[in-house]
Every structure is written in C-alpha cells, then in structure tokens.
Nanobody
C-alpha cells in the first residue's frame, strides 16, 4: 500500500506563504487531495487534483489563495498557500483515492498521510 508523507508546515505570520508537499512512496496516478482539520473541528476539504494534474478543484474558502499541483515524476503533490490567514491554522493532510478522477469528500479517499501543522499568527 502506498504511503504518503507531508512536509512544509510551520509557524508563520498572517500574509506569509507556504508550500506544502506530499510525497508518495510509489508512483501513483490516483487523484490526490488536501484536507485540513482545525482544533475542535471536523476535517474539511481544501483542494483536489486529478491523476494528470489537468483538473483541479478548490473549496470556496481558499479559492484565489491556494494552488494545488503535482509532479508525477517526483511522486509529489504540492499545495501552495499565499496570503495566509489565522483561520488557515490547522493540520493539513494529503490523501489519495483509488481512481484518477478527483473528489471532495473524506470518505472517497482511502490513503492518508500523517499531517503537517500550519499555524498562522496574526
């Protein structure tokens, strides 16, 4: 089974940028997604990309600030986050689903990373 490892989180100030990375243990052509979970809240969808990178989808709350991309040769999916806000503070998880087309709900993804913490101070 493929393993996913996220990195790139940290403590930043409002307005800063971060790029999160998710490396897969093997080359996969599955749809990939980023979710996040803030303390005391349910895990929520952030963004997804299909197997080729040609199709992407974003939650309304992050449109215009977040960009998802992937490099299949490097087995890596990225999440570029610009103009970070305190409400973006959460653990960010990447996930894969066993098909190539993207989806936006947690139950459609069967493999998850351990998460990377993003904390935004005001």
């Amino acid at each position: 089974q493929v393993r996913l490892v996220e990195s790139g989180g940290g403590l930043v100030q409002a307005g800063d940028s971060l790029r999160l990375s998710c490396v897969a243990s093997t080359r996969i052509y599955n749809a990939m997604a980023w979710f996040r979970q803030a303390p005391g809240k349910e895990r929520e969808f952030v963004s997804a990309v299909n197997w080729s990178g040609g199709s992407t989808y974003y939650a309304d709350s992050v449109k215009g600030r977040f960009t998802i991309s992937r490099d299949n040769d490097k087995r890596t999916t990225y999440l570029q986050i610009n103009n970070l806000k305190p409400e973006d503070t959460a653990v960010y998880y990447c996930a894969s689903r066993p098909v190539g087309e993207l989806a936006a709900t947690t139950y459609e993804y069967d493999t998850w990373g351990q998460g990377t913490q993003v904390t935004v101070s005001s």
